[in-house]
């Protein structure tokens, strides 16, 4: 993703050394109450938003990074939220505008970070003894139906954010069925199942709401507890921007 990102920087920069930029950048303290929002999508390649934002957040976004893997700083960097509204001098791509964001988070935050290795107490996702039970997308294959009470997997980075939501932060299994066995600590989910490729397949939650029990018996995957090694992006500063 990253290596992507910066060929494309490359590529569509102004002139050569010249760092991809919003033509113009909105940044104002947010008075909103509504969950963060960012909108990089191709729908729009001018437009930009982000709202409701941290800095940790708009850091995870414009890097790539989950936001546990985001450290140091000040304290507001995890707190104090944001509004950001720009645009693009000419049509962008998704990933351009990411580059974007990454040059006005240097230029109004005055960001500037490292990375350093460290490990982290998470549930790692891993294939299961038996193997995994999906497949990667073929084409031809039957698109399976959504129904109530069910989620697509489409990937292991797509599901990894799912589970982060609903382990890591807690928040209610999105179905009914058999309780789990035991309450899952609240810890991060970081991918080791060495799966890649586009996936098209579905999972019943209706039967159980043990995600271990799930995980297990449709997709051949398991959770496990331990110290996983992750490289951290530490923020060496950040200051407030200036509204405007």
Do not use: C
């Not at 390649?45 to 800095?55: C, E, G, N, R, S």
């Not at 995870?60 to 990074?65: C, E, F, G, T």
């Not at 043990?210 to 490289?231: H, S, T």
Request: aromatic letters at 6%; glycine letters at 6%; a neutral charge.
């Amino acid at each position: 993703m990253w290596s992507a990102i910066a060929v494309a920087a490359l590529v569509s920069a102004p002139a050569f050394g010249q760092a991809l930029a919003f033509e113009v950048a909105s940044v104002k303290p947010s008075t909103a109450t509504s969950s963060p929002v960012t909108g990089a999508g191709p729908n729009d390649p001018v437009t930009f938003t982000a709202h409701v934002m941290t800095l940790k957040l708009l850091i995870a976004s414009a890097y790539d990074v989950p936001d546990f893997q985001i450290s140091g700083g000040p304290v507001w960097a995890a707190s104090d939220r944001f509004d950001i509204d720009a645009k693009a001098g000419s049509p962008s791509t998704p990933s351009q505008k990411l580059v974007m964001l990454r040059t006005l988070l240097t230029d109004r935050f005055q960001l500037a970070f490292h990375h350093e290795q460290s490990t982290l107490r998470a549930y790692a996702l891993v294939v299961a003894k038996d193997g995994s039970k999906i497949h990667p997308a073929r084409e031809g294959d039957p698109v399976p139906a959504l129904l109530p009470g069910t989620l697509p997997v489409r990937g292991m980075k797509q599901l990894t954010s799912i589970l982060n939501v609903y382990l890591r932060l807690n928040m209610q299994f999105p179905s009914t069925g058999e309780p789990p066995l035991s309450e899952p600590e609240p810890l991060p989910v970081i991918d080791q199942t060495g799966l890649t490729g586009d996936y098209n397949t579905v999972l019943d939650l209706r039967r159980s709401r043990d995600w271990f029990v799930v995980l297990e018996q449709q997709l051949g995957l398991r959770l496990e507890a331990r110290k996983v090694p992750v490289e951290m992006l530490v923020i060496d500063n950040a200051v407030k921007p200036l509204a405007n």
